[in-house]
């Protein structure tokens, strides 16, 4: 199985902590994020990631290597120009093309979200995309019905769906390589616009709610030292 890893990020928001350090090398409890993203992506069963990088790409790349590529098969995607989430995956179409069901990770997300439950729900529907989601304020959050199914989100703009509940995306999905048809001539674009427009078009987009689960976002300075602060640096 397979899995693509969202690395490329510059961490604007962690200020001077990322000038010469990429968030996704920033440690919790002595671990970098990456490694931990990576050893749960291992555990759910996946053998071969792409992995993005930009920002110190160099570095990303070299502690990959010096982990002896954590046993699996890596491809690095380098971004000269960041393309957001979702240009960064169009990039690796080909890596993925043949593939019902990969995972989607963030590396600056740590979690103890059931991946392989995740996998699952997304195989039992024969799902294009399967969303992780929680009740928690987003700036990016989705809105789905009652069976589940993704029907708006955020940064469209619009008003809320009248039957939709808004729920916060973790950064962390399944998709199956058909998500690639609902992908435009554009390259640079957040994932969940073709998350959103194969749920439009065929009702197989889901959000599995998470419960029971923790979830920490590492994007800002304050989130990432109240973590390191409870599970050390």
Same mark, same amino acid.
């Given at each position: ?9 510059? =961490?604007? @928001?962690?200020?001077?902590?990322? &000038? ?34 930009? &920002? ?11 982990? =002896? ?16 989430? =979702? ?17 989607? &990770? ?28 929680? @009740? @928690?304020? $987003? $700036? ?8 589940? &199914? ?17 729920? =916060? ?60 602060? @409870?599970?050390?640096?």
């Amino acid at each position: 199985m397979k899995a693509m890893i969202f690395a490329a990020g510059i =961490g604007a @928001r962690l200020k001077e902590l990322t &000038h010469d350090t990429p968030k996704c090398l920033m440690t919790i409890g002595g671990v970098p994020m990456l490694e931990r993203v990576i050893e749960r992506l291992k555990s759910a069963g996946v053998r071969a990631v792409a992995i993005n990088v930009h &920002h110190h790409a160099k570095q990303v790349i070299e502690f990959v290597e010096s982990k =002896g590529r954590f046993g699996l098969e890596v491809l690095f995607s380098e971004e000269p120009q960041l393309l957001d989430t =979702g240009g960064g995956l169009k990039k690796m179409r080909e890596f993925f093309a043949s593939e019902s069901a990969f995972l989607i &990770h963030n590396s600056d997300v740590y979690s103890t979200i059931d991946l392989a439950g995740l996998l699952a729900s997304h195989r039992e529907r024969q799902a294009i995309g399967t969303m992780a989601v929680m @009740r @928690r304020e $987003s $700036s990016r959050g989705v809105y789905i019905d009652r069976d589940d &199914h993704i029907i708006g989100w955020t940064g469209e703009c619009l008003s809320a769906p009248s039957q939709g509940e808004l729920l =916060g995306f973790c950064g962390i999905s399944v998709a199956s390589s058909e998500l690639f048809n609902y992908m435009g001539d554009e390259n640079i674009f957040s994932i969940i616009k073709p998350y959103l427009a194969a749920a439009r078009a065929t009702k197989r987009v889901f959000g599995t709610l998470v419960y029971n689960a923790e979830w920490v976002d590492i994007g800002t300075a304050e989130q990432l030292k109240a973590l390191q602060s @409870r599970l050390g640096v």
